[in-house]
DNA sequence: ATCGATGTCGGGAACGATTGCGTAAAAAAA
DNA sequence: TTTTTTTACGCAATCGTTCCCGACATCGAT
């Protein structure tokens, strides 16, 4: 079953001229005369002519088209990131095409050899949690793949990277729980590979030394899997709700952190924000909803996706290859609502 | 910018051969000698020859790509779809190009134009709220194009169609409100236009029948636009709130629906389950973590995206045209959770 | 009347891969 | 030895499009 295209052959065949006199004429060539153009521009709108892009991209040796890796579409944070790349990439005439690695580095591997055996123009990445070797990356970079990384950036290639402004989204959270009267704050973290992870934990650490209080390391706990897996941030908070001296609030440095420690809670019946109090990242558009309603630094993911796209485009369409590359911040948001609010606070 | 791939025509020249014989010797024609084919292998593995799938596509008339065009990738039922589609297309060899309506009829029409011009070989659909007029899809589909629909299916075309049991679902979910002790029952309901409208409708109205529950259509209530748009459900709240004999119980039949039933009660300090029961349509994963807990009947969503996407792979590769359609329907699954146990009953 | 300039258009190669057909050399049969 | 068959490979067309050349015709200038 298929159905068969109107070709520029057609369009010659039934005007008695040659395809190169229709190319031309469809392209506006100043070599063909007005009423020829007018011809063929009318006939072709009449039968709907569409030129080929495979045929073109076999031409011009570009796909048109650009390949995105991420961890899970499923993610809030994703899906709106992809809005945002689809939003600029359709409008300059570009394909997305989306892969996920399940935070999984194979799977990650594997996606990354598929895109590139699809011939794409260029590729946007978020790394998983688990990939500590970039090769699969930097190795099709080098050979002149354009990439640009957004969020979990890599420091293997010098590209483009788009990212939330973590460190700060970080310090201000924990800000927020010093001010509102806790004490010993816990973070949740991702995996140690992760850029996020680290500069999430620099603002982190940043907020407690600003507010002169000591940082314990018996604090820190880390979710290799970012909290795909509900077993490991179980364990985590195990781990901190044997300590003698138990937090009484944490800052929860990832989606899947955030949901899969409330999920805990109200699994062990630990109320929050009475006994823990949280705040999270979180692209979520219903944390408002949840119980209690949860406090969240959010990222411009719509936004990030939009400028990734951008670069990544202007990248592949550069007649000479780029040098000056930037990373670009974008501010991160904070929503404070009720699972950060002091029990001596409240009404 | 870009990175050049290695071509049969270089292993061609190395190996001093021609281009036939050297594509031959990898698709391990009989015409070629064995040892032919091993230098020709090796050389080619050595160089990390991949073949070039545009000029495959040129050749073949046939992308290995298929769209899908569903209303937003942001909901949890759709991208857990798309995770069943791209699991099976993958695997067979085809790429995945996903675009959004996000409810808009224009934005759905453009979308299909978008992917027939970037010569899928066939597409998914879901049909946005809007949708009422489907010649954009019927008139591909009647060139030649195969198209499976998924979820909200259409009467236009003949051809596969994969849809949860909707009717069954609701009759569940309706069912299980009046065992609960549940006297008048109202529901959201989405866009007319839509087929799932229609099915759960019915499954709605046949629950009250067989209970002998009179039905009353002033507590029918639609939001043409899925709850996409919050004042809407407002609205339709509104109506329902000033009714002199009040609903003691909700059927919110779609996902948005449920969640902004649940922010209009949150915002109206309307208290659930007690003011009012609610048991909806959703696919989100954090149901557990609302305030109540969220009873939800569940799509098979992953199950519902592999079984399209199989089933539209087979027409694209079936020898000769398909003729015995038939819709598949697969179990929707209910979970009761607090949101639809009734305060006479609660503990 | 001849020449160059200009305006219009067609021929054909190219992009990368496949494939039907032709053919030389080697092997087998006569 | 001659004829036939087999083996192993090359040539060239093809997919749809673009674009470099070359080929005319017309026209103004000399």
């Given at each position: 079953m298929k159905f068969e295209a109107v070709t520029i052959k057609d369009i010659a065949k039934v005007l008695g001229l040659s395809t190169s006199t229709v190319s031309r004429a469809l392209r506006d060539s100043y070599e063909i005369s007005e009423e020829t153009k007018q011809l063929v521009l009318n006939y072709a709108k009449e039968i709907n002519y569409r030129p080929n892009p495979i045929a073109l991209s076999l031409k011009e040796k570009r796909s048109r088209s650009i390949g995105v890796i991420v961890s899970e579409i499923a993610n809030s944070f994703f899906s709106q990131a992809i809005n945002g790349i689809e939003s600029i990439a359709n409008s300059k005439g570009y394909n997305v095409i989306i892969t996920q690695s399940l935070e999984n580095y194979e799977r990650e591997v594997n996606n990354m050899q598929f895109l590139s055996s699809r011939s794409i123009d260029g590729c946007l990445i978020s790394v998983s949690t688990e990939t500590k070797d970039f090769s699969h990356i930097s190795d099709l970079y080098n050979k002149g793949l354009p990439i640009v990384c957004f969020d979990r950036i890599i420091d293997g290639i010098d590209t483009y990277k788009v990212i939330a402004d973590n460190f700060q989204g970080a310090y201000d959270a924990t800000t927020h729980l010093i001010k509102n009267g806790f004490k010993r704050i816990a973070i949740l973290s991702?995996?140690?590979?992760l850029s996020i992870t680290k500069e999430r934990l620099a603002g982190y650490k940043k907020a407690l030394e600003d507010n002169k209080i000591k940082i314990d390391e018996s604090l820190f706990q880390q979710c290799y899997h970012g909290g795909m897996i509900y077993e490991e941030v179980e364990q985590a908070m195990n781990n901190l709700m044997q300590l003698k001296h138990r937090p009484d609030a944490i800052f929860a440095s990832a989606d899947k952190l955030t949901t899969n420690f409330m999920r805990y809670c109200k699994t062990k019946k630990i109320h929050i924000p009475k006994d823990i109090a949280v705040i999270g990242f979180s692209n979520l558009d219903l944390t408002d909803l949840l119980s209690p309603s949860l406090s969240v630094v959010r990222q411009p993911a719509f936004e990030m996706g939009k400028v990734a796209a951008d670069l990544l485009i202007k990248m592949i369409e550069s007649k000479r290859p780029i040098t000056d590359f930037s990373n670009i911040v974008l501010p991160a948001q904070i929503f404070e609502r009720e699972?950060?609010?002091?029990s001596r606070t409240k009404k």
């Open positions: 991702n995996s140690e590979y699972s950060s609010v002091h």
